[in-house]
């Protein structure tokens, strides 16, 4: 029998996403709606990260951080809305089987690192709030490259655990995921074996990759609320507040609904809800994540509108320069008066002319 499974597996060469509805006039409305989040998620990771790379007064640890989470956040809604996207207005909705196993892979990757980012951002909080003598001493570029290097190695790692215990199980059929995109809570419906080892592994595995970080988290939060209260201006402490709270509501609403997702038995999951919990943390919350940090955040503010101000400056000074020839042109072929010396020369040629007897 087990056998018969294994030829069965090898027969399954992709899978059929069925997405959200399968009424054409819902799809488009969704099909606008999620490109007009996607758009914006583009545009405002990427601004954001420009206006890091451009702005010397952006070039701080906390900052850094920030751009790194921009670029992840981007990467992790192109893994799955473009493809959601072409699936909501064409009637083929299939994916590869290596095409299914490495969207997986690649979002599973992005999604650990970014949950190990957010651990290195609250450290970073935490030193610049309770060590703020030694916050250039202790943050330093190379500390910052490591934690991100780290962060990296452990989404490689994992998510490489995760997608082969997931993807070595026999699939025979039948093989529609009833998801929009290949997500393995999703994907281990299908199979057809006993998954109750996948799901001890992704528990195991999601205490590790979201609890612990989470839990690096509301310790430096502690004390970081700690020294916010020893602080006695109420000003001091609501710029101190201000700092985290960014922080304390992005981490929230990625790191609340993965382990919802990840760390419950796979019986008592609900693919409607599955779907809701994906899209909050995969497209809303990387859509949100540049309204969050640029609307509070002065330090974002300032250098978009110092960015406005300097292409403005530029489009003045290009308009200036093409129009500077033609004037040039124009003063070449007109008749300039003559100065004096040249006057007294022409007259005398001209009195000269007129002794000459012809």
């Not at 205490?207 to 109420?234: D, E, N, Q, W």
């Not at 974002?300 to 308009?319: E, G, M």
């Not at 040249?342 to 000459?356: C, V």
């Amino acid at each position: 029998m087990q056998n018969r499974d294994r030829r069965n597996h090898s027969s399954v060469t992709e899978f059929i996403l069925l997405g959200f509805s399968r009424n054409p006039k819902t799809n488009w409305i969704l099909f606008f709606l999620f490109l007009f989040l996607y758009l914006f998620t583009v545009l405002g990771n990427g601004l954001i990260v420009t206006l890091i790379r451009i702005d010397a007064r952006l070039h701080t640890p906390m900052y850094f951080f920030l751009s790194i989470l921009s670029l992840l956040d981007l990467s992790y809604a192109t893994t799955t809305v473009p493809q959601m996207l072409v699936h909501l207005v064409s009637k083929k909705t299939t994916i590869s089987y290596i095409g299914c196993v490495v969207q997986m892979y690649v979002f599973l990757t992005l999604g650990i690192t970014e949950t190990w980012i957010f651990a290195a951002m609250a450290y970073d909080r935490y030193v610049a709030i309770c060590y703020p003598l030694h916050y250039g001493v202790q943050m330093s570029q190379t500390l910052c490259i490591l934690l991100v290097v780290s962060s990296a190695f452990c989404g490689l790692t994992c998510a490489l655990v995760y997608t082969v215990f997931a993807m070595t199980l026999p699939y025979c059929g039948p093989n529609e995921i009833n998801h929009f995109f290949c997500e393995i809570p999703a994907v281990l419906k299908l199979a057809c074996a006993d998954t109750s080892l996948n799901d001890q592994v992704d528990f195991i595995l999601g205490f590790i990759l979201l609890l612990i970080p989470l839990s690096l988290i509301l310790a430096s939060y502690v004390r970081i609320f700690t020294a916010i209260l020893r602080i006695r201006s109420t000003q001091g402490r609501i710029k101190a507040f201000s700092t985290c709270a960014s922080h304390i509501t992005v981490v929230t609403m990625f790191c609340i609904p993965c382990m919802i997702m990840y760390m419950r038995p796979g019986s008592e999951a609900s693919p409607e809800d599955d779907k809701k919990l994906a899209l909050f943390y995969n497209v809303i919350s990387a859509f949100l994540n540049p309204i969050i940090y640029s609307l509070r955040n002065k330090d974002v503010k300032r250098a978009f509108l110092k960015l406005i101000r300097r292409k403005q400056v530029s489009t003045k000074q290009i308009i200036i320069e093409r129009s500077i020839p033609i004037k040039t042109e124009v003063f070449r072929d007109a008749k300039l008066p003559l100065s004096r010396k040249e006057h007294d020369y022409s007259f005398e040629i001209n009195f000269q002319k007129f002794k000459t007897p012809k």
